[in-house]
């Protein structure tokens, strides 16, 4: 995939520009001059053809020749609530969160996992949403939402979602009968908890709320490999229902 450069403010004429650290890149390692040809998107969906006009000293401007509506986004709508690994580990995940189409992340305030996210951290984690999107061409950024009381969450979310909480339990499993049936819809809630788990009583509200408690298999997941896990089977339980043929 061609380089793919991401302007902050929405792109509505035929003008753009290019600031930060797109621009440094375009100008200082790609070396563009005028005339160069660049792919933008804004993450409003589309994405569009440009060419550079001037290379300032930090940043560029920018005529905007077409605009292409290219949808790279999953079929499947999916918000992931989780409470975040440590540091790199969060990256990775919603580097991959970012790859797989998913709607929305929602950092999640457990009992046993974190119960403060620092506003850097999240404008971190939003970065890497970029430059997981520049990547894989998707033109719409995931969102991430500030942090949330997992209470908040679980009462928050619409009962017209599939809401499911993973989590082990060593009791008879959810027919998985009931479970499919119920993922023949959409959208999508989850909720994945932190290196200690969800708490039996979290678990307990969960169910209060009408979301359905999930086993993922006798192994123990880390928080990434759960979260990404889940996902990816319920966009190939869609698909395999027929219901869209992408995920
Ligand atoms: N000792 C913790 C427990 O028993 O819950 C393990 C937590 S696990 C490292 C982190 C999160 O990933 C869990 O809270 C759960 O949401 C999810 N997870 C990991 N393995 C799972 C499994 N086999 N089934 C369902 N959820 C799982």
Same mark, same amino acid.
């Given at each position: ?10 792109? #509505? /004429? ?8 797109? #621009? ?24 569009? #053809? ?5 290379? /300032? ?45 998913? $709607? ?11 119960? &403060?996210?620092?506003?850097? $951290?999240?404008?971190?984690?939003? &970065? ?20 949330? #009381? ?12 599939? &809401? ?39 678990? $307990?509200?969960?169910?209060?709320? /009408? ?27 869609? $698909? ?5 043929? &992408?995920?």
């Amino acid at each position: 995939m061609a380089d793919r450069y991401f302007v902050e403010s929405p792109i #509505a /004429g035929s003008a753009a520009q290019l600031v930060g650290h797109d #621009a440094h890149h375009l100008a200082h390692v790609m070396r563009a001059k005028a005339g160069a040809e660049v792919t933008l998107f804004d993450g409003s969906g589309a994405e569009f #053809a440009a060419r550079v006009e001037r290379v /300032g000293r930090s940043e560029i401007e920018l005529t905007v020749l077409e605009r292409r509506e290219v949808d790279h986004e999953s079929a499947v709508q999916i918000t992931l609530g989780v409470a975040l690994p440590k540091g790199d580990r969060s990256r990775w995940l919603v580097e991959k969160a970012t790859e797989l189409g998913l $709607a929305r992340l929602v950092p999640l305030l457990t009992e046993r996992g974190n119960q &403060r996210v620092s506003p850097s $951290a999240i404008e971190k984690l939003r &970065r890497a949403v970029i430059e997981a999107s520049k990547q894989c061409g998707r033109n719409r950024l995931m969102e991430i939402t500030e942090p949330l #009381a997992l209470s908040q969450y679980l009462a928050a979310a619409p009962a017209s979602h599939v &809401r499911l909480i993973a989590h082990p339990t060593s009791a008879p499993k959810t027919a998985p009968g009931t479970v499919s049936e119920k993922w023949r819809q959409e959208p999508f809630s989850l909720a994945v908890g932190p290196e200690g788990g969800f708490t039996e009583a979290e678990v $307990a509200q969960a169910a209060e709320h /009408g979301w359905t408690a999930l086993d993922l298999g006798p192994r123990i997941l880390r928080v990434e490999t759960a979260a990404l896990a889940l996902a990816a089977i319920i966009q190939s339980n869609i $698909a395999e229902n027929g219901a869209r043929n &992408r995920f």
